[in-house]
């Protein structure tokens, strides 16, 4: 968890604020149909718990965040240029809401969609 101290106290950011974070801007972004688990049993989990942060992994090193983000590409689109475009928007997103350093975003292509009927 970060912290920070203020004059009136401390702030603490969980990860499930920072994963919440980056969930939106990466369903925002260009060629990204959805976001994948990263195993079947945290798959089962999240889809019970109805987890908005699903294929989000979020660790905090001191003062940096090193963030996982498990998608799922639309057939067609340029994979690496999906890939470079999800890791850019959600540093940007972090960085800009949190003023926090991101210090690594690993984004994993755990599937493709073919047709928009699935």
């Known amino acids: 968890m970060s912290k920070e101290e203020t ?4 702030i603490h950011i969980s990860p499930n604020a920072v994963a919440t974070i980056a969930y939106h801007a990466t369903l925002r972004s260009y060629g990204v149909v959805g976001l994948a688990s990263r195993n079947l ?11 908005p942060n699903r294929g989000i992994s979020v660790r905090y090193d001191e003062d940096k965040i090193d963030i996982d983000i498990y998608i799922i590409v639309q057939y067609g689109t340029r994979i690496t240029s999906v890939a470079t475009s999800v890791a850019n928007i959600v540093q940007f997103n972090v960085e800009k809401a949190l003023g926090v350093r991101v210090n690594s975003i690993d984004v994993h292509v755990a599937g493709l969609r073919v047709g928009d009927d699935e």
């Open 7 to 10: 004059t009136l106290g401390s």
């Open 41 to 51: 049993a945290s798959g089962l989990a999240q889809t019970i718990t109805k987890d």
